[in-house]
């Protein structure tokens, strides 16, 4: 069985309604962690946006992901690098985020609309609509939307940030 746009499938034939599937699986992904978990995970992560909004790149560089698999996706300093770029690794992070620091940032989450999504037992997604603020690479420090979406693994020393994905949202077209 597979899960196609919120139904259950099987060979391209539905088994069930779209809405029982959806909630079959949402509560399935739900129960994967308990309510201790999705605590301790959402006090991460506003403990990491408070980290970075006080550039303490000590403090953030302990919330993350000690993997090579560390993933952060974010502008590049010049568009010759290419706009947009995955940096891998902890340190590689630690790196980029300290070059972030040296300007203007800063991210202001809307709290009210997070979502913590179970992938595992040992893997969770936080979805959250932010601002973000940056004067990075000469760059007007201008707040843009953004939705921030984070996974993180659960390690002996706790949930650490495995990856920080921040997509841009267009602004809205013009009739």
């Given at each position: 069985m597979r899960v196609f746009w919120g139904a259950a499938t099987l060979s391209g034939f539905l088994l069930t309604s779209p809405t029982r599937a959806a909630h079959e699986v949402?509560?399935?992904?739900t129960m994967m962690i308990d309510s201790q978990d999705s605590v301790s995970i959402r006090d991460l992560y506003k403990t990491l946006i408070?980290?970075?909004?006080?550039?303490?790149?000590?403090a953030v560089s302990d919330l993350l992901w000690d993997s090579p698999s560390t993933?952060?996706?974010?502008?590049?300093?010049?568009?010759?690098?290419?706009g947009w770029a995955g940096f891998?690794?902890?340190?590689?992070?630690?790196?980029h985020f300290g070059e972030l620091?040296?300007?203007?940032?800063?991210?202001?989450?809307?709290?009210?609309?997070?979502?913590?999504?179970?992938l595992s037992k040992d893997v969770a997604q936080?979805?959250?609509?932010?601002?973000?603020?940056v004067g990075y690479a000469g760059q007007t420090p201008v707040p843009k939307p953004f939705l921030m979406i984070l996974e993180w693994v659960r390690t002996p020393d706790?949930?650490?940030m495995a990856t920080d994905i921040a997509l841009?949202?267009?602004?809205?077209?013009?009739p």
């Amino acid at each position: 069985m597979r899960v196609f746009w919120g139904a259950a499938t099987l060979s391209g034939f539905l088994l069930t309604s779209p809405t029982r599937a959806a909630h079959e699986v949402s509560t399935q992904y739900t129960m994967m962690i308990d309510s201790q978990d999705s605590v301790s995970i959402r006090d991460l992560y506003k403990t990491l946006i408070d980290k970075e909004n006080h550039h303490d790149l000590h403090a953030v560089s302990d919330l993350l992901w000690d993997s090579p698999s560390t993933l952060f996706v974010a502008k590049t300093a010049t568009q010759a690098e290419g706009g947009w770029a995955g940096f891998w690794s902890k340190d590689t992070v630690v790196l980029h985020f300290g070059e972030l620091f040296k300007g203007a940032f800063r991210i202001d989450p809307d709290y009210a609309s997070e979502k913590i999504v179970a992938l595992s037992k040992d893997v969770a997604q936080t979805y959250v609509p932010v601002q973000i603020t940056v004067g990075y690479a000469g760059q007007t420090p201008v707040p843009k939307p953004f939705l921030m979406i984070l996974e993180w693994v659960r390690t002996p020393d706790g949930w650490r940030m495995a990856t920080d994905i921040a997509l841009p949202i267009p602004p809205a077209a013009k009739p």
